[in-house]
């Protein structure tokens, strides 16, 4: 963080330019520009704001603390056993650790609303029942939040949300079209801040900067890329599609 000489390393250190150009009263894409999401540059400013030294750190572990504790509930819907259930969350954060790098990523900070939505419609699939409002609203959000941050991270839902979707259909369940409507909503209560933010800030232009370097980017970004091949790239997109579907 700010109190180590190397703070500036890596992408740690440029998402925390970010903040502290938002705390210095600046805009993310107009003044300075990255291609990962608002959301990412909000929680840097809020972690220094509450202290240059350890307020990234505190949230880093509460953040965590939230995706463990769902990622435990997750297992008991299988019945894990109590012992067994802490042992797995070793497991993975000895894998979390090996990825980890300086931590602060935007993969890190998307953890706890991954891992909700994914206790949400695991329990839906596992134990039937029905979703409430609430907890559409919640999903939605969550899912805006990761938008906001690295939408590529949304991923992993997607094979979950088509099997939802799937079973809805497959027993004539028009209630589909409200559930949807519902996590609409709570994507909506995620962007209508964000725009507000950047239209406040830079009018029009702010807001179409955000979307460029939050999103369309992105697409420019993956066509320069290395050229892995035809049949390196058959394989390595052919698992990214396998990997949506259960």
């Known amino acids: 963080y700010l ?31 990255d291609h990962k999401g608002p959301v ?19 949230l880093q572990t509460i953040s965590l603390t939230a ?8 297992m008991s819907l299988f019945n894990v ?10 497991l993975v954060l000895f894998f979390l650790f090996s990825y980890y790098e ?28 029905r979703i409430s409002t609430g907890n559409y609203l919640i999903c939605g959000f969550c899912l805006g ?12 839902l997607m094979g979950l ?15 589909v079209i409200t559930d949807i ?18 239209y406040n800030k830079a009018g029009v232009t702010g807001i179409e900067e955000m979307i460029y370097g939050t999103f369309l980017f992105n697409f420019d970004y993956v066509t320069k890329s290395i050229d892995l091949g035809t049949w390196k790239s058959i394989v390595y997109y052919s698992s990214i599609v396998a990997f949506s579907f259960p």
């Open 181 to 198: 409507l519902k996590m609409i909503g709570g994507f909506i209560i995620v962007c209508i801040p964000i725009l507000l933010f950047y």
């Open 161 to 175: 949300l088509l099997y939802f979707l799937y079973d809805k259909i497959k027993r004539k369940e028009l209630s």
């Open 67 to 74: 995706a463990l504790f769902f990622m435990k509930k997750i």
């Open 145 to 156: 939040v990761i938008f906001f941050i690295r939408a590529n991270n949304a991923v992993p």
């Open 81 to 90: 056993r109590e012992v067994v259930s802490y042992l797995l969350l070793l």
């Open 102 to 129: 300086r931590g602060n990523l935007c993969e890190e900070w998307c953890l706890p609303y991954l891992c909700y939505t994914f206790y949400i419609f695991t329990r839906y699939i596992v134990k039937g029942g």
């Open 40 to 58: 990412l540059f909000f929680i840097q400013a809020l972690g220094l704001w509450i202290s240059r030294t350890w307020g990234l750190c505190l």
């Open 3 to 33: 109190n180590n000489p190397f703070w500036w390393m890596g992408d740690s250190g440029i998402f925390q330019e970010f903040g502290l150009l938002l705390l210095n009263g600046g805009t993310p894409y107009v003044d300075i520009f």
